[in-house]
């Protein structure tokens, strides 16, 4: 056995009673985000549903556009959870810089044990289920930025149309490119590709590690594009896992509570608030987070905010609004002073809570993803 596996086996079983899974929310059961949001070619390139995983566009689409949602669609439950993009308008043809994946972005500080960049490096194991319209080969990967940025992927192939398959792909630890830096930044980009154009192919990372130069690495391997040039397409991803090792292990279940708990460090609208009205249209209020977020969280409000001063009295914001106290608190402070503004009616110094239980279900949003 090598020095590298023997490594993985110890590491491997240091982790057997918990968090081996290197992913958060891998079976799909949290998303504070909403359920669906629609992603066009014209608007944004970075979407967010499920917690933690992203859906983007790269490059100059003219035309696409399309679904990202979470799904009661599941390969072993009845019940279960998963991801699901769903191709609205689709591309005519495929531009050579154009490109479409899913992604988790894992914290660097997340993966030290794995001992990226140096000869002690361990091997991990993906696995994943897969389902799509479209069959062919897609390419799947692990991107780094720190030190020097560095990029493996492999492919794998759909079989079936709309049928649930399960995926496992091992990648060999990278002894190069100067590690991930032990800090609260972008570790492992872990992409699933769904359509790539021709400059976004054919760089030679598909089948080891290398130093990344550039977008004909970030994809290499995809075959297909069908994803994007086909309207009604679909492609679903379920119970992901990625753990230390050259072996794929049974899943490695997480309670709800547990998940959620995990994506609150990076994304919340569990948000509470008290404080005084200091004049007839202003609140300043503290503000309480569910956990130590990984960051400063920037803030913003899903709408106008009904707060009430805990008796009969209620105040809803003409339009939603929300500004930080300047050095209200330290980076990530499960804690922040938060301006309110927009209120009419107020009396200063009367003390004012959020949230109110009402039919106004609008949140204040804390959002510090990586």
């Known amino acids: 056995m090598s020095k590298a596996a023997e490594l993985a086996a110890l590491i491997g079983s240091q982790t057997a009673r918990g968090d081996k899974n290197l992913l958060i929310n891998s079976d799909m059961q949290v998303a504070q985000h909403g359920t669906s949001k629609a992603m066009a070619h014209d608007g944004s390139t970075s979407v967010y549903v499920v917690d933690r995983f992203t859906m983007a ?20 439950s009845a019940n279960g959870k998963s991801l699901k993009w769903t191709t609205g308008t689709a591309e005519s043809s495929y531009d050579a810089d ?12 997340n993966l030290q044990r794995i001992n990226n960049g140096n000869s002690n490096a361990v091997p991990i194991t993906l696995s994943f289920y897969v389902k799509s319209s479209v069959t062919g080969t897609f390419a799947v ?6 030190s020097t940025a560095r990029i493996f992927n492999k492919t794998y192939a759909i079989s079936s149309a709309n049928t649930w398959e399960k995926k496992t792909i091992t990648f060999a630890g990278d002894t190069s490119g100067g590690g991930i830096v032990n800090d609260n930044g ?39 594009n069908a994803i994007a040039t086909t309207s009604s397409a679909t492609w679903q991803l379920a119970q992901c896992q990625l753990e230390i090792g050259e072996v794929a292990t049974p899943f490695e279940h997480r309670s709800f509570g547990d998940e959620l708990f995990s994506c609150q460090r990076y ?16 609140i300043q209020a503290f503000a309480s987070l569910p956990k130590q977020m990984r960051a400063a969280p920037s803030y913003s409000v899903s709408g106008a905010l009904n707060f009430s001063d805990g ?37 200063a110094g009367e003390i004012m809570f959020f949230p109110r239980n009402s039919a106004n279900n609008n949140r204040i949003i804390a959002d510090a993803e990586l």
């Not at 696409?64 to 599941?74: E, I, P, S």
């Not at 990967?141 to 720190?146: A, H, M, V």
């Not at 209620?314 to 503004?341: C, E, H, K, M």
């Open 57 to 76: 566009f790269g490059g100059t689409h003219e035309q696409l556009d399309g679904t990202y949602a979470q799904v009661a669609d599941h390969p072993l």
């Open 98 to 109: 154009e490109y479409l994946y899913a992604a988790q972005i894992i914290e660097a500080q």
């Open 141 to 146: 990967g692990i991107y780094k930025e720190d």
């Open 186 to 224: 972008r570790g492992f980009y872990i992409n699933w590709h769904l359509a790539a154009g021709s400059n976004a192919v054919g760089g030679g990372s598909n089948g080891a590690w290398k130093n990344y130069g550039g977008l004909s690495d970030w994809a290499d391997g995809q075959a297909t």
């Open 267 to 282: 994304f919340s609208h569990a948000v509470t608030c008290i404080g005084p009205a200091s004049s007839g249209s202003l």
């Open 311 to 347: 008796y009969a009295a209620d105040f809803v914001q003409s339009s939603g609004a929300v500004a930080i106290v300047a050095n209200a608190a330290p980076d990530g402070s499960p804690a922040q002073f938060l301006n309110f503004t927009n209120f009419s009616g107020l009396s």
